[in-house]
């Protein structure tokens, strides 16, 4: 029973899940509103027929990305990063959406998605649909190569290397790769050994003295750089008169370590003949499941969890297609895989590690690089002199374009400040280097009062977050992890100044996560304010996230799941409204995924009504766009290009008395009834602007990396038409960013 206990199905953990989900939104009714009352009474908007599946929609995301592998107008090297991001984002597919349909399959689960399939019927067509992807990717790589060999970045396979860089390779494999490696024997004294997620795997075939073949595992040692950098062939650097090149340097050279093993493979079974290899690659169900009610120590569950990642239900099996029959059957009786779950591709197995050869020293085949600025009220300004820029005016922060530097120096600022009383901050994910993280630390050892929510249910992120929740505790300051059943994904920060004979709140809110990289590679907004109704709202939600009290009682924020749902939707009524009164009505909704029903519909009803809706959504949308007498008035886009879009902005005309809401909420279930999540509205007269006529602007305006969804569901890419110019709307701030940044110099 114990190992029962330590070990569940999937199908009792979904059904664990599912239990937990519905205890927590009982114990919690005051605070989470039934779904239900948002449902809209027309039955024929109802209409399986009207959505978009949601994975499937996710699997059309992924080839719009892999189409920015194929592009050649994009440099090559930033090729290559697209088809390691498609190795990436399929891997994670794997661990969490078809993990999760079959412990739905397992569970006896017949609940029908959007768009009419059960889970039994949509799970075959999702894994054929990602292994077409998984072919095209390989298939892309493939096509790269000859290209990325003319350029000078040669990726070999190890057979193909010269005499001398084997040789080389030979003293790299005995000094830093044998030391590291074990090699596990599977027989009737020696089980067969646990295959780690998303762990790197040679199957050896082995043959001993008496003529027996017998099978061994050895596992790629994680913590080696899986492309490694391999000397020049002897007589490269002559030809180009130079001194040798770096490896990764004007002529890079790499190979595959797991092709260096298998050339070394007689090191590990002396006395034996190695008959055969064969690369393989494991994939688990990596979906945490909490059962949080039954949890004393949250810190302590998570960490247990995250332990438990690597031994989760096997998903997904990829071989190199030349793998024979019969070790193909010792993987899957022994990994207990379903005819579906071995996929055969072509090596190299795990595109994602082609991040290491995107970020060769080849600065020629990359983006040029970016140019970051600070807004002109903040440039320049250091220590407490911030706060008095906050307080003359609203603060926007366009990111990557412009910097998190600001942020890291009002954090230090307030670190230090003798007349800062508090800070409060919520934590997602920062990431393993955080300077904000640390200035918290700082203030907490300053003796600030010092309020941090980590959330450590943050998905891949949790073993980042908790040692930062431990180094802050350590600390001093007051660290909690959330409400039971909700992640708190709300991006906020909360600093309490005395000023004279007052009290004053300077309030941070934002479409992205405190992580100083990923704000160089996300599109975000970050809003700075010293608006005192704003300060209280943010004031009121923190102390929700670290006591016990429950409101609704906000005067300017949307905050789920309290209200934001509702405010979203008497928004789009107020909309419709306009709209039947003969006025002029408009919405314009970017944000990264729209999936729930209930807003699908009103925004459904919104067109129906004479509403211009125009949808900016990044991945995931189950709405279909342009059906007659249902959405012919909605338009969807899709930008996909070098920066991930990640910002949130919603945007009502209102009647000319026009609104704007920022945040991080998307709307789909999860963010509306299940998350903490915070929509804000912008107050500042040139910032509305700003977002209104250059950023939405320009996204609308696209194209170059615009996708537009038709009716049936597919994506067309579109271009610019006849006498029309180009425009990349990421390319464009980047070049303002520059731009600026010049002005700026000239001006010193």
Known sequence: MAAESENPSRADEYRGRQATKQATQASHEEFLPDPLAAELADADLRDPALYVNRELSMLDFFERVLYEARDPGNPLLERVKFVGIVGSILGEFFMVRIAGLRQQVEAGVTELSADGHTPQQLLPILQ??????????????????????????????????????????DEYYRAQVFPVLTPLAFDPGRPFPH???????????????????????????PSLPRLVPVPAPDGVAQRRGAAAPAAGGPEGWFTWLEQIIAAHLDTLFPGLEVVASYPFRVTRDAELAIQELEADDLLETIERFVRRRRFGSVVRVTVDETMPERIRGILSENLELG??????????????????????????????????????????????????????RDVLLLHPYDSFDPMVELMRAAANDPDVLAIKQTLYRVGRNAPVVEQLMEAAA??????????????????????????????????????????????????????????????????????????????????????????????????????????????????????????????????????????EAHLIFKMNSLVDKPMIRRLYRASQAGVKVELNVRGMCCLRPGLPGISENISERSVVGRFLEHSRIYWFRNGGDEEILLGSADLMPRNLNRRVEVLFPVRDGGIVRRLRDEVLAKYLADNAKTRVLRPDGAWEHIWPGEGEDPLNAQEWFVAQARENACLEEAGA
């Not at 199957?203 to 050895?218: C, P």
């Open 128 to 169: 054929d649909r990602a292994w077409a992807i998984m072919k095209d990717a390989r298939r892309c790589f493939s096509e790269l190569l000859p290209e990325l060999d003319a350029a000078g970045v040669h990726i070999l396979d190890h057979e193909r290397l010269a005499d001398g860089q084997r040789a080389a390779l």
């Open 195 to 221: 295959i780690s997620n998303m762990s790197h795997n040679l199957a050896v075939l082995i043959r001993d003295q008496t003529g027996e073949e017998r099978f061994a595992r050895v596992k790629v040692p």
């Open 339 to 392: 005819p579906r779950d071995l996929y055969e591709v072509r090596s190299p197995l795990g595109l994602s590690s082609l991040w290491d050869a995107a970020s060769a020293d080849r600065p020629d085949l990359k983006f040029a690089p970016l140019v970051q600025t600070v807004p002109p009220s903040l440039n320049g300004v250091e220590g407490s002199d911030i706060f008095a820029a906050i307080r003359q």
């Open 446 to 583: 300053n003796g600030k009062q010092v309020a941090v929510l980590v959330e450590l249910k943050a998905r891949f992120d949790e073993e980042s977050n908790i040692g930062w929740a431990k180094a802050l505790e350590h600390e001093g300051a007051h660290v909690v992890y959330g409400l039971i059943g909700m992640k708190t994904h709300c991006k906020a920060l909360l600093i309490v100044r005395r000023e004279g004979d007052r009290i004053r709140r300077y309030t941070h809110l934002g479409t992205g996560n405190y992580n100083s990289v990923t704000t160089k590679q996300y599109t975000d907004l970050g809003y700075l304010t010293a608006d005192d109704e704003i300060g209280a709202d943010a004031a009121m939600v923190f102390n929700q996230l670290t006591g016990y009290g429950v409101t609704s009682d906000y005067g300017k924020l949307l905050v789920a799941p309290v209200n934001l749902r509702q405010g979203m939707e008497a928004r789009i009524d107020r909309e419709i409204e306009h709209a039947r009164r003969g006025e």
